[in-house]
């Protein structure tokens, strides 16, 4: 029985399933349900029995992504990208965008705060990433930015249940974030946009073309004088 097979790793239990089974399946389908059972073989044996039923027959990361109501991590990174940067109209329209695939809120930010860990540990500890993104993360914000997002994150995720509705109280943890966003970020992002301006100099415009002058007239011959007779 599935149930009963004991494996510690998650990723390597669930493949060894679908191979003997000969279920096709992709690798990042594999890391959402993992995220997905919180910490709980059964809840995730459990949970790629209904993705297998969902995919029909297969697991794809997009269905399992449906069937969760989780998202894609680059969008995750999208959304702490963008408080770091100050830019609340993009954040807002991030929001919009994932909201019409009705996500778990609750989800996602879980999501936000397991990526601020990983990139608390390549800034702190020095253990390097694969994921570029997360690399890129960690070199742009600060160690203490990343420690007030992460409990924003997570105490947000607290206090959801309490929010007017799921969409709302996700969308206050994000302004928050925003609201309390440490000075010195303000100060690298506006430093990086003066660097990127340097390296990428506007083209100077062509001068203006000095207007033509008319063309000179052709001098007009004197009058003929007639003389008087005397």
Do not use: C
């Amino acid at each position: 029985d599935r149930l009963y097979v004991v494996e510690n790793n998650f990723d390597g239990q669930m493949r060894h399933i679908l191979e003997a089974e000969q279920i096709a399946f992709d690798a990042e389908a594999l890391d959402e349900l993992a995220r997905g059972a919180d910490g709980s073989l059964r809840d995730g044996l459990s949970l790629l029995d209904q993705a297998i039923a969902y995919g029909a027959g297969k697991v794809d990361a997009a269905d399992v992504r449906q069937m969760l109501g989780s998202i894609e991590r680059g969008q995750v990174y999208g959304l702490i990208e963008s408080v770091h940067a100050g830019d609340g109209a993009k954040l807002m329209a991030q929001v919009e965008h994932l909201a019409e695939f009705a996500p778990d809120f609750a989800g996602v930010l879980d999501d936000i705060a397991a990526a601020l860990h990983r990139v608390q540990i390549v800034q702190l500890v020095g253990t390097a990433d694969s994921d570029l993104r997360i690399a890129a993360l960690a070199d742009a914000l600060g160690a203490e930015e990343v420690q007030l997002y992460y409990q924003i994150a997570t105490t947000g995720r607290r206090d959801l249940p309490i929010a007017p509705t799921p969409r709302a109280g996700f969308e206050m943890t994000l302004l928050r974030m925003l609201a309390f966003r440490p000075a010195d970020a303000k100060a690298n992002v506006t430093a990086r946009s003066a660097e990127a301006a340097k390296a990428n100099p506007a083209a100077p415009r062509p001068a203006a073309a000095a207007p033509k002058a008319p063309p000179a007239r052709e001098a007009a011959d004197p009058p003929t004088q007639t003389g008087t007779s005397a």
